[in-house]
Structure formats: structure tokens, C-alpha cells
């Protein structure tokens, strides 16, 4: 459900910025160099594994300190989450529960249409480090390198939605929808 759900968002936020753009070429506010975000969404496991049925949607809570850049479309952060993902496992007969837990620490870059504007979009990617309590093999605790693709829309230059994916380990690999608040960024 979140996949389709995330799908319709990037269609929709396409469409938006669009007329946005077309609306607002040269209506642009500049922005405060730091800010930062403290967001919460829904997570859903991205991989099935052979030892457990269906994940069940979990949540992801994170924060952002970013730096925006003055001159360009541009901005430069550091991101902390928690994510906690339920899966059941398998074993015969009987069937019980996991907590699949992450916890990352990523360098982020985003690029910016139209920054400044009432709305605008970003695509951006993560680069960073995941810590989980389950690996794909079973094992408990994993330090991973960690790959964190996003894209999402900023409204009002407060209101950020963003859908990213998590990729580290085939366990623990998520997509998360999640909403986030600004502190600082607004205008000068």
C-alpha cells in the first residue's frame, strides 16, 4: 500500500510543481542558511526474505540539521533516524513476531526546484552508516554502509513530505513516507 501511495505522491507533486513553476517564476524568497527538520513517516520493508511471510508497515523517525547554500539550488545536511519494521518468522508450524530495528547516520545532499518558492521540490541522496539488531543471515547486530536515495516537496518553506529508501542490508532495506517540520530556513 505505502509503494502505490508513494507512487501517486511523486505523480501528484510532479503535476503540482509544474504549475507552481509556471506561476511563481520570479516570486523568490531567499533563505536562512540552517534549519532544521524533525520529521516522522511510515516505513515498509522493501525486501521479502525466505525465513519470514509479509512485514507489517512500521514507523521511522527522524531529524536534519541542514545548511542551504545561498547561491545555489543546493543544500548540505546531516540525518539521524530510527527505523523499526514487524515481520513474522516462520519456523514449521509456529510463527512469531520481529522487531527489525535501524538506526542511520547519513551525509545528505539535495537539489532544489525553485527553493524559496510557497512550494517546491527536491531530489536528493544519503550517504551514511546503518546499525541493525537483525542481519539478512539471521545474526544478530550489523554495522552496514548505507544508501539513502529521496525526493519529496517543501511547502510554505515549514512543511517537508519526503519518500526515500533506505538500502544496507537485505533485512533491514526500507522505503519510508514521513513529514517534517522546519525550524530556521524561513526568510531572511
Not at 514507523?59 to 536534519?64: L, P
Not at 545532499?109 to 521540490?121: A, E, I, T, V
Amino acid at each position: 500500500m505505502i509503494r502505490k501511495f508513494a507512487m501517486l505522491f511523486l505523480v501528484v507533486t510532479l503535476t503540482l510543481h509544474s504549475v507552481e513553476v509556471i506561476a511563481q517564476r520570479d516570486n523568490v524568497v531567499s533563505l536562512k542558511a540552517v534549519e532544521v527538520e524533525l520529521g516522522v513517516g511510515l516505513a515498509t520493508a522493501a525486501n521479502r526474505l525466505p525465513a519470514y511471510g509479509k512485514s507489517r508497515q512500521g514507523v521511522d523517525a527522524n531529524i536534519e540539521l541542514r545548511y542551504n547554500f545561498e547561491a545555489q539550488p543546493v543544500d548540505l545536511g546531516l540525518y539521524t533516524s530510527v527505523c523499526s519494521i514487524y515481520r513474522v518468522g516462520r519456523s514449521g508450524n509456529f510463527a512469531s513476531m520481529h522487531n527489525f530495528v535501524s538506526k542511520n547516520l547519513l551525509v545528505t545532499s539535495d537539489y532544489n526546484f525553485c527553493k524559496g518558492h510557497g512550494l517546491s521540490s527536491f531530489a536528493g541522496l544519503g550517504v551514511g552508516l546503518a546499525w541493525s539488531n537483525i542481519n539478512a543471515d539471521g545474526s544478530p547486530h550489523g554495522t552496514h554502509l548505507a544508501i539513502m536515495p529521496r525526493v519529496g516537496v517543501e511547502l510554505s518553506n515549514k512543511l517537508r513530505i519526503t519518500v526515500a529508501y533506505k538500502l544496507f542490508d537485505r533485512a533491514n532495506n526500507h522505503l519510508t513516507f514521513s513529514l517534517g517540520y522546519l525550524f530556521g530556513g524561513g526568510a531572511r
